[in-house]
Each structure stands twice: as structure tokens, then as C-alpha cells.
């Protein structure tokens, strides 16, 4: 933000003048200050940039802009701290609002000026715009999301679904970052944001599927175990179907689609993807009896599916190389696969051997019960155990920082009211050990009770009418 007050060329002046000034002594907020001003351009005043540098650096959060269609050629544009709960709760207060700095992009490719949104601006303020008629996207200067009427959204997806490029990749990782936390927010309906997020079916670059995962992984967390019809991973595949067949399991392609194919992936076979689940069952299996080796990028999906699609024979074959091997990566990643497991009973086995030493490394143990509780399946069965063996657990576990950052942990995957009254009685019997540890982890397991009571349906209902793609 300070950085397009100034301009970029003085702002990096401003800073090197800065560090060649204090380099060889203390310095104080002041001092930036003071080299920020010395090369801040004539109308920059040092009140507004004081006030500007103020606004980012000592108030809490940050704002989301609001943009609603008030004629065929102007909007109005709000702000509000956003809040991903309790959003209504926060009133609107000059201590709130923020120096925003912005850009409107429109349909025809014409840019407006730089435009400002600052504490004494009004609650709503006119902007003038090319047309309401057509997409409009705003460009950001700064940390804030950007919320835009019904139509605007609609418009958006309709175009980038038709051709993506027609907004640039970081704009797209922007929309659709903004539009599903929008969404969980509540002050975006989740049949908007999901009937733009239609759009990621055309989706190959790695920069906007990075932020829709966010997003999307929020929602499969929270209806792994709520979402009967199974919607979601259908609605899941939908999106990846055409990146999936694009980048496939060859480990092969420039290092970003790498990486990207590694996410693609985990998703994919996640949401039950046929193919990627027999390509990681038979990965694994020519690992196993001809010692075919696995692509580094591709061995987290394999062991984890692998392992979810076979039996107990692969699983201890899995088990007895995380025993052998001193290898920290590979280490963490079997650690991880072991929990894929979709057998109850293996599960149980595995957080039982996190209290000996003798089969998993004091060190390993709190890692291993991450795993489990990271699998749907084995939400319940952790939980269990925390309760019923805590004081093994701090006995075995390496320390207390480990145990405070599995309960926290595995409280973001509770999400019914029987796991939320075994917790928080948990909680309450151990609020001595925890401290505020255990607090957070009750307001992370109320909200989220909250959050499907409130929301579930308007989920469901939204991915039940969502257009095929």
C-alpha cells in the first residue's frame, strides 16, 4: 500500500535510505517515517502518509469493499472490517475503516484512475464506471477482499468460464479467494460464489487453483462427514475433471505444474477420482514388489491412496520403512500415509503405537495422531483417544507444545454437537494443563458447529442446483 503512495522507484530509495541511515544503530517507527516522507511525492502531505502507514500497521484485521450497482454508470463503494465470523457483530467505526487504494478494470480493457477509500470517506460514496452492464473487476493494491453485487459476479464467471484469460492470474486467485470466504463469511450467498467457482473448470494455472483450494478445502473439511449425497466431491471432480487430464500423473511439465499437479492430485483422489486412485494403488504396489521407485512429487498421493485402497499387508510393509528409514522427509510423509487408512481398527492400532516409543519416535508421536484425525474416518477415533488416554499422552507425547497443537488441531475437524459436548467436557477437566490452548480449541469446534447449523443446508441446496459444467 505505502509502496503505490510513494511510487515504486521511492519507495525503494525510501528504504535504502533507511537502512544505509540506521544501520549501525537502533531504530524506531519514527525514523521510517521519516525517510517514507523525504521521498514521498509533493501532494503526498506527512499527515495522510502517517495516517496511511498507521492504518496498516496498528489496526487489527483488515477491510473488504463492497461495490453495488446504483446506475447504468455508477456504483457505490463501501468498506467494513472483514471478519470470517461474526461479521454483523463488528458496527461500524471510524477506528474500523481503512486507506484503501484501488483500481477499477472493466470489461472493455480500460482501467480507471487510482481511486481511494479512507476512514473519513463516507459509508457509501459514488464511483463513476464505464458501464453496470458489463463484468468489472477490481485490482487491489493492498490486503483487502472485494465483494461486487449479483450480477457482477455472474458476469464474471460467465466470461472466465468461456475464456479465462480475459482477467490475468492473479486477479482470477483473487476473485476466487474472495468469493468462497465471502461466502463463508455469510455476506455472499454460497450459490453465487459457487456458481462462479463453475469457472475452475477451465482452470490450468497454478496461482488461482492455489486459492481456490483454500476455500474449497474449508467446505470438504467441514461435509466430510455431513454430506450424505455426497455433493460436494461430485461437485469436486467437476472442477478438476479438466486439469486432472491435463496435467495427469506424470511426474513431468515446469516446476510450477509440479506443484500444482501434486495439489490436483490430492484432491482428486480425496473426492474419489477413479483413475487417480488405480494410478496411485498401482504406483505403490510396483514400489512395493519390483522396488519401482516414486517420484518425489507424487509420493505423498501415492502412499496416502495406496494405503487407503489396500489392506493391513501394505500397511505394515508401510509401518516397517518408517521404522528403517532416517530420512525426515520420507519420514513425514509415511507418517502421514499411515493415517490414510480407512480401517478403524488400524487407525486405533496406530494412535496406540504413538504411546511407544519402541515402534514410533517420542518425537513422531504427535504427528502421527495428526494423521489420523486428518482422515474423516479417523476423526471420531482420535477424539476417543485424547479423551480417554490424555494422561498417556502427555507422558509419551515429545512436549507440550505438541500436545496444545493437536488439540487445537483436531478441534478444526469436529463439526457435530456429540464431538463439540466430548470435547469441550474434555476441555473443561483439563482447562489447568491447556490453558489457552484449550480455548481456542472450543471456540474452533463451537464455530464450526455453528457455522454447518446455520449454513449446511444453504450448501447443499446451492450445490444440488449448481449447472453442470
Same mark, same amino acid.
Given at each position: 500500500?505505502?509502496?503505490?503512495?510513494?511510487?515504486?522507484?521511492?519507495? #525503494?530509495?525510501?528504504?535504502?535510505?533507511?537502512?544505509?541511515?540506521?544501520?549501525?544503530?537502533?531504530?524506531?517507527?519514527?525514523?521510517?517515517?521519516?525517510?517514507?516522507?523525504?521521498?514521498?511525492?509533493?501532494?503526498?502531505?506527512?499527515?495522510?502518509?502517517?495516517?496511511?502507514?498507521?492504518?496498516?500497521?496498528?489496526?487489527?484485521?483488515?477491510?473488504?469493499?463492497?461495490?453495488?450497482?446504483?446506475?447504468?454508470?455508477?456504483?457505490?463503494?463501501?468498506?467494513?472490517?472483514?471478519?470470517?465470523?461474526?461479521?454483523?457483530?463488528?458496527?461500524?467505526?471510524?477506528?474500523?475503516?481503512?486507506?484503501?487504494?484501488?483500481?477499477?478494470?472493466?470489461?472493455?480493457?480500460?482501467?480507471?484512475? #487510482?481511486?481511494?477509500?479512507?476512514?473519513?470517506?463516507?459509508?457509501?460514496?459514488?464511483?463513476?464506471?464505464?458501464?453496470?452492464?458489463?463484468?468489472?473487476?477490481?485490482?487491489?493494491?493492498?490486503?483487502?477482499?472485494?465483494?461486487?453485487?449479483?450480477?457482477?459476479?455472474?458476469?464474471?464467471?460467465?466470461?472466465? #468460464?468461456?475464456?479465462?484469460?480475459?482477467?490475468?492470474?492473479?486477479?482470477?486467485?483473487?476473485?476466487?479467494?474472495?468469493?468462497?470466504?465471502?461466502?463463508?463469511?455469510?455476506?455472499?450467498?454460497?450459490?453465487?460464489?459457487?456458481?462462479?467457482?463453475?469457472?475452475?473448470?477451465?482452470?490450468?494455472?497454478?496461482?488461482?487453483?492455489?486459492?481456490?483450494?483454500?476455500?474449497?478445502?474449508?467446505?470438504?473439511?467441514?461435509?466430510?462427514?455431513?454430506?450424505?449425497?455426497?455433493?460436494?466431491?461430485?461437485?469436486?471432480?467437476?472442477?478438476?475433471?479438466? !486439469?486432472?487430464?491435463?496435467?495427469?500423473?506424470?511426474?513431468?511439465?515446469?516446476?510450477?505444474?509440479?506443484?500444482?499437479?501434486?495439489?490436483?492430485?490430492?484432491?482428486?483422489?480425496?473426492?474419489?477420482?477413479?483413475?487417480?486412485?488405480?494410478?496411485?494403488?498401482?504406483?505403490?504396489?510396483?514400489?512395493?514388489?519390483?522396488?519401482?521407485?516414486?517420484?518425489?512429487?507424487?509420493?505423498?498421493?501415492?502412499?496416502?491412496?495406496?494405503?487407503?485402497?489396500?489392506?493391513?499387508?501394505?500397511?505394515?510393509?508401510?509401518?516397517?520403512?518408517?521404522?528403517?528409514?532416517?530420512?525426515?522427509?520420507?519420514?513425514?510423509?509415511?507418517?502421514?500415509?499411515?493415517?490414510?487408512?480407512?480401517?478403524?481398527?488400524?487407525?486405533?492400532?496406530?494412535?496406540?503405537?504413538?504411546?511407544?516409543?519402541?515402534?514410533?519416535?517420542?518425537?513422531?508421536?504427535?504427528?502421527?495422531?495428526?494423521?489420523?484425525?486428518?482422515?474423516?474416518?479417523? !476423526?471420531?477415533?482420535?477424539?476417543?483417544?485424547?479423551?480417554?488416554?490424555?494422561?498417556?499422552?502427555?507422558?509419551?507425547?515429545?512436549?507440550?507444545?505438541?500436545?496444545?497443537?493437536?488439540? #487445537?488441531?483436531?478441534?478444526?475437524?469436529?463439526?457435530?454437537?456429540?464431538?463439540?459436548?466430548?470435547?469441550?467436557?474434555?476441555?473443561?477437566?483439563?482447562?489447568?494443563?491447556?490453558?489457552?490452548?484449550?480455548?481456542?480449541?472450543?471456540?474452533?469446534?463451537?464455530?464450526?458447529?455453528?457455522?454447518?447449523?446455520?449454513?449446511?443446508?444453504?450448501?447443499?441446496?446451492?450445490?444440488?442446483?449448481?449447472?453442470?459444467?
Amino acid at each position: 500500500m505505502i509502496k503505490n503512495i510513494l511510487g515504486e522507484e521511492n519507495f #525503494r530509495q525510501a528504504l535504502q535510505a533507511y537502512l544505509d541511515e540506521r544501520k549501525f544503530d537502533n531504530a524506531k517507527p519514527e525514523h521510517l517515517f521519516a525517510a517514507l516522507q523525504k521521498f514521498a511525492p509533493s501532494d503526498v502531505t506527512p499527515e495522510f502518509l502517517w495516517e496511511a502507514i498507521a492504518d496498516w500497521t496498528q489496526k487489527p484485521g483488515f477491510p473488504v469493499l463492497t461495490l453495488e450497482a446504483w446506475s447504468p454508470d455508477t456504483v457505490f463503494v463501501s468498506q467494513k472490517r472483514f471478519n470470517l465470523s461474526d461479521i454483523n457483530s463488528y458496527p461500524l467505526r471510524l477506528r474500523e475503516l481503512y486507506y484503501v487504494q484501488y483500481q477499477i478494470h472493466h470489461q472493455s480493457g480500460a482501467s480507471s484512475a #487510482r481511486l481511494w477509500s479512507t476512514p473519513d470517506t463516507s459509508i457509501n460514496y459514488e464511483v463513476a464506471v464505464e458501464s453496470t452492464e458489463q463484468w468489472l473487476v477490481v485490482n487491489s493494491t493492498g490486503y483487502f477482499r472485494v465483494n461486487y453485487w449479483a450480477a457482477n459476479w455472474q458476469r464474471l464467471g460467465a466470461a472466465l #468460464r468461456a475464456a479465462p484469460a480475459v482477467v490475468a492470474p492473479a486477479e482470477r486467485a483473487q476473485l476466487v479467494d474472495d468469493a468462497l470466504n465471502l461466502a463463508r463469511a455469510a455476506l455472499l450467498p454460497y450459490a453465487t460464489a459457487l456458481d462462479f467457482a463453475r469457472y475452475l473448470a477451465r482452470e490450468t494455472d497454478y496461482v488461482p487453483w492455489t486459492a481456490a483450494f483454500s476455500g474449497l478445502d474449508f467446505l470438504g473439511r467441514l461435509l466430510a462427514n455431513e454430506d450424505e449425497e455426497g455433493l460436494f466431491p461430485a461437485f469436486l471432480l467437476e472442477l478438476l475433471d479438466g !486439469v486432472y487430464a491435463q496435467l495427469g500423473f506424470a511426474d513431468e511439465g515446469s516446476h510450477l505444474e509440479k506443484l500444482l499437479r501434486a495439489q490436483v492430485l490430492a484432491r482428486a483422489c480425496g473426492a474419489a477420482h477413479a483413475s487417480c486412485l488405480q494410478d496411485a494403488r498401482d504406483r505403490l504396489d510396483a514400489f512395493l514388489r519390483r522396488g519401482q521407485e516414486i517420484e518425489p512429487d507424487l509420493r505423498s498421493v501415492v502412499y496416502c491412496y495406496g494405503v487407503k485402497a489396500e489392506g493391513t499387508d501394505v500397511w505394515e510393509k508401510l509401518l516397517s520403512r518408517l521404522q528403517l528409514t532416517e530420512n525426515p522427509g520420507e519420514r513425514s510423509l509415511l507418517i502421514s500415509a499411515l493415517g490414510c487408512s480407512n480401517d478403524i481398527d488400524i487407525l486405533q492400532l496406530y494412535l496406540e503405537y504413538s504411546l511407544k516409543p519402541g515402534v514410533v519416535r517420542s518425537q513422531d508421536a504427535a504427528a502421527v495422531f495428526t494423521a489420523v484425525y486428518s482422515n474423516p474416518r479417523g !476423526v471420531d477415533p482420535a477424539l476417543d483417544f485424547l479423551v480417554n488416554r490424555f494422561a498417556e499422552i502427555q507422558i509419551a507425547y515429545a512436549n507440550m507444545r505438541d500436545i496444545n497443537n493437536i488439540v #487445537r488441531g483436531i478441534a478444526m475437524h469436529l463439526t457435530n454437537e456429540i464431538q463439540q459436548a466430548k470435547m469441550i467436557r474434555f476441555l473443561n477437566t483439563q482447562a489447568h494443563v491447556l490453558g489457552e490452548s484449550g480455548k481456542i480449541a472450543e471456540n474452533t469446534v463451537r464455530a464450526n458447529v455453528e457455522w454447518l447449523s446455520n449454513r449446511k443446508e444453504e450448501v447443499l441446496a446451492a450445490l444440488r442446483h449448481t449447472d453442470h459444467l
